[in-house]
């Protein structure tokens, strides 16, 4: 089992950047594949991008392409999402997640961070 704390979010304007990190504990966080998921108040939640536990594969919403990416670390047991050009529709809590296969389904992440807060204004 691997445990999840996210951090890093805040309130940014529109433009600028935020870089979060999903801190991991337990099991060894190489793995696993690491995701991004966020929810907008009043939405489903959605996904946002994943990287295979070696890093040679990433999935990225079309929403996000080109404004964030995703990168980590299986020594410091830690994922980054560096988001640029934030929008306001980018508003959401950001979710790390870990499973076995980079997909987009939120069901194949069985383990789960506490999210953290991210907003844009205008």
């Known amino acids: 089992q691997v445990q999840m704390v996210e951090s890093g979010g805040g309130l940014v304007q529109a433009g600028g950047s935020l870089r979060l990190s999903c801190a991991a504990s337990g099991r060894t966080l190489s793995s696993y594949t690491m995701g991004w998921f966020r929810q907008a108040p009043g939405k489903e939640r959605e996904f946002v991008v994943a990287?295979?536990?070696?890093?040679?594969?990433?999935l990225y919403a079309d929403s996000v392409k080109g404004r964030f990416t995703i990168s980590r670390d299986n020594a410091k047991k830690t994922v980054y999402l560096q988001m640029n050009s934030l929008k306001p529709e980018d508003t959401a809590v950001y979710y790390c997640a870990a499973g076995q296969y980079t997909v987009v389904g939120a069901g194949n992440y069985p383990y789960w961070g506490q999210g953290t807060q991210v907003t844009v204004s205008s």
């Open positions: 990287i295979s536990w070696s890093g040679g594969n990433t």
